[in-house]
């Protein structure tokens, strides 16, 4: 359900029917998720990367890129899948899934649909105005029942404009709260909300930690090695005098905890120097930390550059924190000549 009139702080906001939009696309895509991840089957194959690929992934961006479409058909979307694994003969029984969780929330969709919409998010170049979609961001998090995210933002002349981050698996802060899951909201200048995912709820504004002192700070990272580098950011905590242990989740949930004071830092230190992110695993995260009043940049300090399309090739790393840390955290990385 969207939210109504009277529970919609950013209806102000030029952007307003952009957020609405992509906000309603990601809830639509969470119950989908839940939906899998509720079974046995999780519909997995890896792809030529071996990373892994789920039904929900398929799921989540054919509605997703669907609803972006019909809302505003001269918007290309930048996401992370295709549909070719579902067009070969051994993926018909994936593809026949799929088209049914599809068509259970959009009545009538057919197979040959699904895979249009899904590859509507194959846009390769940056446009001046485009989205991009990681429909299940944190994949092997989804197939563990850990955390994952459908991270969902709006990009403008290489800027980030407006973001929708639904964490199926993250509670809500709040004591009591029967929601299940959280959606975050964030739109450029705007502000930073989360709301129930599933559930009906009016959105509230976050805000990241005010704590300034480094050796006071929690911080977390991924759960996959792979992903981030443990020991170097052992290293930086350690040159802190940080006493807290790391707390380790997958996907961009971490931005969602950053964002709404749960964690002071988010550090993702990468394995080698020729590795670039995608950005669709930061861009929606980014932007709710951001308006919450946090700060995202690259290990070296650097703004992330989201204009030169699918790779932030111009930044190594991923630093976010609630602000009044993050100098002493670049610092740090500086000093142990981690940023080099």
């Known amino acids: 359900m969207s939210p109504t009139s009277s529970d919609r702080p950013w209806a102000g906001h030029p952007l307003a029917r952009e957020l609405d939009t992509a906000l309603a696309a990601v809830r639509e895509a969470g119950s989908l998720c ?3 991840g509720q079974a046995v089957d999780r519909g997995a194959l890896a792809k030529p ?19 972006l479409g019909e809302a505003f058909p001269a918007d290309p979307v930048m996401g992370e899948e295709d549909s070719a694994a579902l067009r070969q003969p051994d993926g018909a029984h994936l593809l026949r899934r799929v ?11 057919t197979a040959e649909d699904v895979c249009a919409w899904i590859d509507r998010g194959c846009l390769a170049d940056p446009a001046p105005r485009f989205w991009t979609l990681d429909p299940v961001d944190g994949t092997k998090g989804f197939l563990r029942g850990g955390q994952y995210a459908i ?4 990009l403008i002349d290489g800027e980030l404009a407006a973001a929708a981050m639904g964490c199926p698996s993250l509670g809500p802060l709040a004591d009591g709260d029967s929601a ?5 909201a ?10 129930p995912l599933l559930d009906t709820g009016a959105p509230v504004a ?4 005010g704590v300034s002192d480094p050796a006071q700070l929690r911080f977390c990272e991924s759960v996959e090695a792979a992903h981030s580098s443990h020991d170097n950011a052992a290293r930086v905590t350690a040159l802190l005098g940080v006493k807290a242990q790391p707390v380790r989740l997958d996907s961009q949930a971490k931005y969602g905890v950053v964002a709404r004071g749960q964690a002071e830092a988010y550090l993702r230190m990468p394995n080698r120097a020729d590795y670039s992110e995608n950005i669709w695993d930061h861009a ?3 932007l709710v930390v951001i308006e919450a009043g946090g700060m995202v940049t690259d290990i070296a300090g650097r703004r992330l550059d989201f204009s030169l399309g699918a790779k932030l090739a111009h930044n190594r790393g991923v630093v976010a924190t609630c602000g009044p840390v993050h100098a002493a955290v670049i610092g740090a990385i500086g000093a142990l000549g981690l940023a080099d």
């Open 34 to 36: 839940r939906e899998v």
């Open 49 to 67: 990367d071996r990373s892994p690929v789920t039904v929900a992934d398929f799921g989540a961006q054919a509605l997703i890129c669907r609803a």
């Open 99 to 109: 088209t049914g969780l599809v068509a259970a929330r959009r009545t009538g969709a």
């Open 151 to 154: 991270a969902l933002a709006l």
């Open 180 to 184: 299940e899951g959280t959606l975050f």
């Open 186 to 195: 964030a739109v450029a200048g705007g502000g930073a909300w989360q709301m």
């Open 206 to 209: 976050v805000r990241t930690s």
């Open 284 to 286: 929606a995260g980014a």
